[in-house]
């Protein structure tokens, strides 16, 4: 019972430190939610092999989606006219990074990791993105199909929904005109507190109990060894990181918990961008909606870019002299524990009320699907 206690106590004080900052977060994705323009997809993210990638991985570094809620707004983009390149981009860019993980990361890792991840996600989403345009040879020209908004429309319509009776709900972009502000803003908290929380919950909780699994049971001789492996550790980080399902908030404090135990930044790093980045569904769909070249493409870069920039974090930790575990977490140490306790509060309330509105949804799918023959007859 005393080891259960233990653990239990490390995975409270992993979520106390985070919860603030996962509040921020979705405030800021929800105003994303209301102000993000997606009518001119097609302009700026269909002809050329620089400037579409660029821009395709500018707009996915805030927007908070995970690995396999990105797939179908991908599809989207290239049925507006994104080239594959931009798509590629974009499926890399938006799942590595996004306003919910990088507060996440503010409150659990610190200044260097929080400024460095999204700047190797958009590196790496570039990379793949130009080199894609680049081997394929020529610019994917489709005809337009009809719009299919990638931000303000929920992307992941199986996991899911609009409201608890089943019915969907009107977005702005559908009700054939600009609604008032304030009531853009109330579909922006409902997405961002409701649906986008939703999809997160149970990697983020997973993320977090593994957290507080490796502070209780890991051993600290990993410094030791990392130091002296920094190469071996971040093609083991890679290697776990790739197939793995993981979504960039819930990756965050599992990062932590291993530089704290010792493990070197730029291991942590590359499990940060090749795990969100990649998971054993998104790499069949990659292959499925591009090609088996563009899939090589994109495992390769991924893996070449996050093992680069996990050797360039490393040199600046070593550059600027600081050690990694004195430093991880200290930006929630500024915030009142008063106010850690009641966003601790907020959010689990958040986020039961998310998974019980999940669950009515997927009831009444299933009461509607069985009675769905009946109906025929």
């Known amino acids: ?34 102000f993000f323009k997606t ?30 809620g990105v797939i179908p707004v991908v599809t989207g983009l290239k049925k507006q006219g994104a080239n594959d390149g931009a798509a590629l981009a974009f499926m890399i860019a938006t799942p590595e990074s996004g306003v919910d993980s990088i507060a996440v990361s503010w409150a659990m890792l610190d200044p260097v990791m929080t400024v460095m991840r999204p700047i190797a996600g958009l590196i790496t989403a570039i990379s793949t993105g130009i080199a894609e345009n680049i081997f394929h040879g020529r610019d994917q020209k489709k005809p337009a199909a009809a719009p299919e908004p990638f931000f303000v429309q929920p992307p992941d ?9 089943g019915k969907c709900a009107v977005t702005p972009n559908q009700a054939g005109g600009e609604p008032p502000l304030l009531k853009r ?16 919950a149970k990697p983020f909780a997973i993320g977090v109990f593994i ?27 890679l290697v776990a990181g790739i ?32 795990g ?36 360039l974090l490393d040199l600046i930790y070593r550059v600027l002299a600081i050690q990694p575990s004195v430093v991880m977490g200290t ?20 986020l039961a009320r998310s998974l019980l509105k999940r669950q009515a949804c997927h009831c009444h799918d299933h009461v509607h699907s069985a009675k769905a023959p009946m109906e025929v007859k």
Not at 185 to 200: K, N, P, R, W
Not at 213 to 231: D, V, Y
């Open 157 to 165: 319509h199986a996991h899911t929904c609009h409201c608890s009776d």
């Open 1 to 34: 019972m005393t080891t259960l206690k233990n653990i239990l106590l490390e995975v409270w004080h992993v979520y106390l430190d985070v919860s603030v900052f996962m509040l921020f977060g979705f405030l800021v994705a929800a105003l994303l939610y209301v």
């Open 331 to 350: 930006a929630s140490e500024m915030v009142p524990y008063s106010v850690e306790l009641a966003s601790a509060l907020i959010l689990a309330a958040l």
């Open 185 to 200: 803003l109330a579909h922006g908290m409902e997405f961002a507190f409701g649906e986008l929380l939703t999809d997160i």
């Open 276 to 311: 969100p980045a990649t998971n054993a569904a998104t790499i069949g769909v990659v292959k499925n909606i591009f090609s088996t070249r563009a899939l090589a493409i994109y495992l390769g870069m991924i893996s070449i870019c996050a093992l680069a920039m996990g050797a």
């Open 243 to 274: 197939p793995m399902y993981v979504c960039a908030t819930s990756s965050t404090p599992i990062a932590a918990a291993l530089i704290l135990k010792g493990l070197n930044p730029g291991a942590a790093l590359v499990f940060l961008l090749a």
């Open 39 to 68: 009518d001119r997809i097609k302009k700026y993210l269909g002809k050329g092999r620089v400037k579409p990638v660029l821009r395709a991985a500018l707009f996915g570094i805030p927007i908070p989606l995970c690995s396999c």
């Open 211 to 237: 957290a507080g699994l490796i502070t209780f049971f890991f051993p600290s001789g990993i410094s030791t060894w990392s130091q002296n492996n920094p190469l071996l550790s971040m093609l083991v980080m």
